[in-house]
């Protein structure tokens, strides 16, 4: 990765990151914990799942500049501490160390899981093995049917198997890219309920 594999504290307007649309509030947060305890809900996992839906709002699955997934929040630790914390995800997910690139700016941080990370996660090499079972298999039977005479069943079949399989790998492209950053988003709610050193992105005077 390499323009986003930078780990860096920033100031200034020139380093501002984007923040999230709809923005995760605090006192919200702890409206909506108190009436699951309440209820008679676990706290601990209504937390947690509050705040990864809180990271999802600031997350982009797809950065049309590189491919990266980015997600966004608010942090009081610095960029190699903030890393730190992170390692244990990252590890549990197999995001190596050069896939990653983090920016703390004002207390913000942008973290972004290189493209070429996202495509390659076992759901990705999962459909690739099954576009390559679809393909020889394909191709096995199309040969067959020229064996025997056949040649436009032939032409279809190696046409169809074609077709079948770059659809099914488009489509573990996709899905394997989402579920990379739903477990992403999932981490860090996670940490933020653990530790409190981080948190999903709000507004600038937000809780």
């Known amino acids: 990765m390499t323009e986003s594999n930078d780990m860096s504290d920033e100031t200034g307007s020139k380093g501002q990151l984007a923040r999230a649309d709809r923005p995760w509030r605090g006192d919200e947060h702890a409206l909506q ?13 209504t937390a947690i799942d509050l705040y990864t839906e809180g990271f999802r709002r600031g997350l982009q699955e797809r950065d049309p500049a590189d491919g990266a997934i980015v997600l966004r929040g608010r942090t009081v630790l610095r960029a190699e501490e903030m890393l ?4 244990p995800m990252l590890r549990f997910l197999r995001i190596g160390p050069d896939s990653i690139g983090l920016r703390v700016v004002e207390g913000e941080f942008e973290l972004r899981v290189a493209g070429q990370a996202a495509d390659a996660s076992e759901p990705v090499q999962g459909a690739v093995r099954m576009v390559l079972l679809i393909w020889i298999a394909s191709g096995l039977i199309g040969f067959a049917l020229l064996q025997g005479g056949s040649q436009m069943a032939a032409l279809l079949t190696w046409g169809v ?4 399989g770059a659809s099914a790998l488009r489509r573990g492209q996709v899905s394997g890219r989402t579920m990379l950053a739903a477990r992403l988003a999932v981490g860090l709610g996670i940490l933020a309920h653990e530790e409190q050193l981080i948190l999903p992105p709000a507004e600038r005077g937000g809780s």
Not at 84 to 87: H, Y
């Open 161 to 164: 198997g074609l077709l079948v």
């Open 33 to 45: 914990v108190a009436a699951a305890r309440e209820a008679g809900l676990p706290a601990g996992q």
């Open 84 to 87: 730190r914390s992170l390692k």
